[in-house]
């Protein structure tokens, strides 16, 4: 699974730059700057999430992205409409026949 600039800041796309500024504020501040209370080190991810900023917080770089991740959301949909075009209609399926007491009790019913 690939995650976006949106998702490190836990975002939705299209949130405005207060909103931005405030994710990227908290976030910092949830994970320590880089470090957990037992020591795992979290510098990649802060790098990732410093990145995200960078792109997001800048109206032009955020343009870019944006246009980046439509192109390949619908390349990924041509992809999958492609995939599922090629598969094999469904097999006819085949309906058993009635029984004729269940038939009968059916019609008498519906009468």
Do not use: C
């Not at 979290?42 to 790098?47: F, G, T, Y």
């Not at 619908?74 to 999958?80: C, G, K, V």
């Not at 409409?81 to 090629?86: E, M, V």
């Amino acid at each position: 699974m690939s995650y976006t600039y949106y998702d490190y800041l836990e975002l939705a796309p299209g949130a405005p730059p207060a909103r931005i500024e405030t994710a990227y504020a908290q976030i910092l501040e949830r994970f320590g700057y880089g470090v957990t209370e037992s020591g795992q080190d979290l510098s990649n991810l802060v790098r990732l999430i410093h990145a995200a900023y960078d792109v997001l917080s800048n109206p032009e770089s955020r343009r870019r992205y944006d246009a980046q991740l439509e192109r390949e959301a619908a390349m990924a949909d041509a992809e999958l409409k492609g995939l599922l075009d090629q598969q094999a209609p469904w097999p006819m399926r085949r309906v058993q026949d009635v029984p004729v007491a269940l038939a009968s009790a059916l019609a008498s019913m519906a009468a």
